[in-house]
């Protein structure tokens, strides 16, 4: 995990289960995203072949992913 808690990255990986078979389906059937750059790109193919519900979901997750991202570090 790079920059994400646990439940964020429980909450994408469960998506990624919910949408395995009807979104993700040229990926491995083993395959979870590692990276916030890997989660940003399972998030998109999640909103281009999903339905209406998988891309508010994923699009959720994406403005979250990239908000956090965007923040500055701690120094």
Known sequence: MEDLSVPEVAA??????R???????????????????ERL????YIERYGDLE????AARLKRWLLQSSNEPSAN
């Open 19 to 37: 949408y395995r078979d009807r979104c993700l389906w040229f990926l491995r059937p083993d395959y979870y995203p590692v990276s916030d750059s």
């Open 54 to 57: 998988a891309y508010r979901q």
């Open 12 to 17: 994408i990986d469960t998506l990624v289960d």
């Open 41 to 44: 790109h399972v998030l998109a």
